[in-house]
């Protein structure tokens, strides 16, 4: 008698330990994949449990509680507090509810500020309240979120009254035991399957898998008493029975009332803005058209003068790219993210560090490699670029973005001139005002074979970037012009004044941009301005002599013929001989053959030799001029004999 | 012992359709008929939004892959015809060896009926490549189409995996009881041979080991 009131004793608490594992894996089941962080999706534990041979081996990798109904899972944390529940409700149902909750923010132009609910939501406290647990309310409002039930998933053990729970023998008992497993085990096989097939898993699985920042997230809530569903949330929602699992004391019942049409409100969830432009975003012109690059001194000029104080527009369309990224992405690939920054305690998880810089600095630093290919400028890049952000994009708070942004500007562009670097007026690049995205290095080593008239070389260049920083781009733009036209030619007309020389109507338009040539409008109409402005400037110098021109320009043809660079006693040769014949010196003009740069090279290599002249306070003039008469005069000999 | 039949729903799937939708379906089953200690793993098709779960045993896998395999080459050679897979579960019981049997004998308590109808889409540009995923169909229209009836196959899918469900849930009287050590239930999977005539003989061996007309309902 003893004995058998001890053996059912045993069964019975067999009965109830497995009845109360069977509610704590069903909990597991379905809290593991509804939660976002915790799952067993694929979780790579031992795959030897599965041989019959290597089950000894595997045992170890197996959790004790894993092998309740041979189901090995994850653990999950919200199970395991909802243990206790499940023990005290044997009898009683435990409910889930799997509320999608929607968190919808203002995003116009005059919400967008730094007190947004971006970083109202970081440093609420609060927002870590209702992911597991149900007490808790969240107390910047319910009615800054909306909370839909998606399914409610009903566990319970229906007792059987006016029945005795242990009658039976000790065989019947045991095969009633074995079979109760056996059938619990289906059912939790069944129940596995089923929340893979249920419409809330898709959200899951959207929300495990991207690494987006959604403004919805899937809040599951465990308790014994729940308000029922109004009738108008039960009439779109669908049941699904599992069978009843028949114990000895009652039976066992799992059920589901699930939304079947989740994805139209996921999808509608995951809009939560409606396309807005954006006016005055950062970068804009509107907000700030005349931002000063910090690397640029305040002395060079006033702004209006640099034709690139102004961003140019393809920077700007990153930064208009960048209040989207900001925002919640309206997707419905939203991740965890989102709530895992928002509740970083709740989950269990170290709280994750917001990347120093937000992501657009990365893109930044790549726009600004982008542009550097088109003018190296070592000295001259943008403010270092920030170290990348993480992979995921995920809260960014305005005001470290704004920062970033700011920081984060593209470079000015520098006149890039690597062959030119050994001149003392270059080296301080970074005084250098932007130009546009030439590719200035072949002015420089494209120097020789581009330089139409007689010039100087790196003395004359030297001039020409010393005479004024706020004139540099003009030359500069006008040099990198001409470098790249090789349809300049000289001037052949005798008749032609300097003036003439610049009439576009005659000329191929030296500024004419080739096919190859990268530019952006910007700075086309930057370097036309700068170009239009030197031809004004050149009109209004006074016309050469016919016959000086004439001379020069035949004189100066073989040189431009066999492109090499003049040397400074063929320029001497040349204005010793135009000398000759107008002894004016303010007649000496260079010939501006091709384009209005060798001029203005041939300009100042005059002036060099005029210099030379005077110092020697014409020595040499005179020397030359005897040899000069002297070698004429014996051609004439010769031409005569 | 009875031996519960289950006829699935029939499919109309397209060539490239075949390999995930029987992966889907046979895995399902066997996944609720391996009673031993497993560790799921959740596999999500690449066609349509569904997941399903493997009982994460490789041999398994690999065992089913196979048969999926012959299926298309049958397939391929019978095109435009409605096709059936069986998935049975035996049990092996020792028997007295006599002149037309052998020593073990099976004994079927299970037999799933997988009902395909394999179509060619009309703008279908290769049937023969097992990989093939994609369709490239001109025009909106036809994209339309081939969405709509993606999402058709997709719903049939789960209708399909649900009636799976609902059986198991609804007959467990019959599963044998759990053997120690073993993962999962012996089974067999029936494709249809390179005839008809082979595939009857099938059918008449099943009977032999079984002892018991198998419903073909």
């Not at chain 1, 909990?27 to 041979?53: A, C, F, H, K, M």
């Not at chain 1, 039976?168 to 035991?177: A, D, M, V, Y």
């Not at chain 1, 890049?381 to 704004?402: F, R, V």
């Not at chain 1, 001037?491 to 109507?505: E, I």
Request: proline share 8%.
């Amino acid at each position: 008698m003893t004995s058998t009131h001890t053996n059912s004793h045993t069964e019975a608490a067999k009965m109830e330990q497995v009845i109360t594992e069977f509610f704590y894996k069903s909990l597991l089941i379905i809290l593991e994949s509804r939660s976002s962080y915790v799952s067993s999706r694929n979780y790579s534990g031992e795959q030897t449990v599965s041989s019959p041979s290597s089950s000894s081996s595997s045992s170890s990798s197996v959790r004790p509680r894993d092998k309740w109904f041979n189901l090995a899972l994850r653990e999950c944390p919200s199970a395991l507090e909802n243990l206790d529940l499940c023990r005290r409700s044997n009898f009683e149902p435990v409910v889930v509810d799997v509320i999608l909750e929607q968190k919808p923010l203002d995003w116009g132009p005059a919400s967008f500020s730094p007190t947004s609910d971006l970083v109202r939501n970081l440093s609420s406290k609060n927002k870590n309240s209702y992911f597991w647990n149900s007490d808790q309310q969240d107390e910047s409002g319910s009615e800054m979120k909306c909370e839909k039930i998606i399914e409610r998933w009903f566990v319970q053990n229906e007792s059987r009254k006016g029945r005795d729970c242990n009658s039976g023998n000790r065989r019947s008992s045991c095969n009633n035991l074995s079979a109760l497993y056996k059938k619990l085990i289906l059912m939790l096989r069944s129940l596995y399957v089923t929340v893979r097939l249920l419409p809330a898993y898709n959200i899951f699985r959207d929300l495990n898998s991207s690494g987006l920042i959604c403004s919805f997230k899937l809040v599951p809530r465990v308790s014994s008493f729940v308000e029922p569903l109004t009738r108008k949330e039960e009439v779109d929602m669908q049941r699904f029975w599992f069978t009843p699992v028949d114990t000895s004391c009652g039976r066992l019942c799992l059920s589901v009332l699930y939304h079947s049409s989740i994805s139209d409100m996921s999808s509608e969830s995951s809009t939560p803005m409606s396309p807005q432009f954006i006016p005055d975003y950062v970068g804009s012109p509107l907000a700030d058209p005349l931002r000063r690059f910090p690397s640029l001194p305040v002395s060079h000029g006033s702004p209006s003068s640099l034709p690139f104080s102004r961003r140019h527009s393809w920077s700007y369309d990153h930064y208009k790219a960048s209040p989207p990224l900001v925002s919640f992405s309206p997707s419905p690939t939203h991740s965890e993210s989102n709530a895992l920054v928002s509740n970083p305690s709740s989950l269990g998880l170290p709280p994750m560090s917001l990347p120093p810089h937000p992501p657009e600095t990365s893109l930044a630093h790549k726009r600004n490699t982008n542009f550097d290919e088109y003018c190296p400028s070592p000295n001259f890049s943008a403010s270092p670029s920030p170290s990348p952000s993480p992979s995921l994009p995920i809260y960014i708070p305005w005001t470290h973005l704004s920062k970033a942004l700011l920081r984060s500007e593209s470079a000015p562009v520098n006149i890039a001139a690597p062959k030119l670097a050994n001149t003392p007026a270059l080296s301080g690049k970074q005084n250098l005002p932007p130009c546009p995205p030439l590719k200035i290095t072949r002015a420089g080593t494209s120097r020789t074979d581009n330089i139409r008239v007689p010039a100087e070389t790196d003395a004359t260049i030297e001039k020409i970037f010393s005479f004024g920083k706020e004139d540099c781009w003009k030359y500069s733009g006008v040099k990198a012009f001409s470098n790249s036209s090789p349809r300049i030619s000289c001037s052949r007309s005798s008749s032609r004044s300097l003036q003439d020389d610049f009439d576009y109507s005659e000329f191929p338009c030296p500024f004419d941009v080739e096919d190859g040539e990268m530019m952006d409008p910007g700075s086309r109409k930057s370097q036309d301005a700068a170009v239009g402005a030197l031809v004004r400037l050149l009109k209004k110098a006074p016309p050469l002599r016919q016959n000086v021109s004439l001379n020069f320009s035949e004189a100066s043809r073989p040189e431009i013929l066999s492109n090499s660079i003049p040397k400074q006693s063929q320029i001497l040769e040349a204005v010793t001989v135009e000398y000759a014949a107008a002894p004016n010196i303010a007649s000496f003009r260079l010939v501006a053959s091709k384009t209005t740069t060798d001029a203005l090279e041939e300009l100042r290599g005059y002036k060099v030799m005029k210099n030379l002249l005077l110092s020697e306070g014409g020595k040499a003039y005179t020397s030359n001029v005897a040899s000069a008469a002297e070698h004429s005069s014996t051609s004439k000999d010769r031409s005569i004999l | 012992m009875n031996c519960e039949v289950c006829q699935l729903k029939e499919l109309e799937v397209e060539h490239f359709e075949i390999r995930e939708v029987l992966r889907c379906i046979l895995h399902t089953i066997v996944f609720h008929r391996a009673l031993g200690l497993v560790r799921p793993k959740d596999v999500d098709l690449e066609l349509f939004e569904i997941t399903y779960v493997q009982c994460g045993d490789v041999e398994l896998e690999k065992k089913i892959d196979e048969k999926i395999d012959h299926f298309i080459s049958w397939v391929e050679k019978h095109p435009n015809k409605k096709s059936q897979i069986c998935l049975s579960f035996y049990e092996v019981k020792s028997k007295q060896p006599s002149w037309f049997t052998n020593k073990t004998e099976r004994l079927y308590w299970e037999q799933w009926y997988i009902n395909l109808n394999v179509t060619q889409h009309p703008k279908h540009h290769s049937s023969k490549s097992h990989h093939t995923k994609l369709v490239v169909d001109p025009g909106e229209s036809a994209t339309e189409e081939r969405s709509s009836r993606r999402a058709m196959v997709e719903a049939s899918l789960r209708e399909v995996l649900f009636q799976i469900i609902k059986f198991v849930n609804e007959k467990k009287d019959h599963v044998p009881p759990i053997s120690e050590g073993v993962i999962y239930f012996p089974y067999e999977i029936t494709i249809p041979s390179s005839s008809d005539s082979a595939f009857g003989m099938d059918m008449i061996k099943r009977m032999l080991h079984s002892g018991h007309p198998t419903m073909l309902s």
